[in-house]
């Protein structure tokens, strides 16, 4: 048995975490953008939604590395 190889887990945890970084880093784009050209309605409506998303989906993926952890330290 090969010991090196990532498990399936551990590459939806990684994969995961990557695609809520980019939601990020998108969302934090947006916000500048829209901040910069005035629709300052636009970004509160943004900024309301993705507080009450984000941490949810934070909490989610903190959920899911933390259950990787224990699976990859018991392999």
Do not use: P
């Amino acid at each position: 048995m090969n010991q090196d190889r990532q498990s399936r887990l551990f590459n939806l945890a990684s994969r995961f975490l990557k695609y809520f970084f980019l939601f990020l880093f998108g969302f934090a784009v947006a916000y500048v953008l829209s901040l910069s050209f005035g629709a300052a309605n636009i970004a509160i409506f943004l900024l309301s939604s993705a507080i009450a998303s984000v941490w949810r989906l934070g909490l989610l993926l903190f959920c899911l590395i933390a259950t990787t952890v224990v699976v990859e330290s018991l392999r």
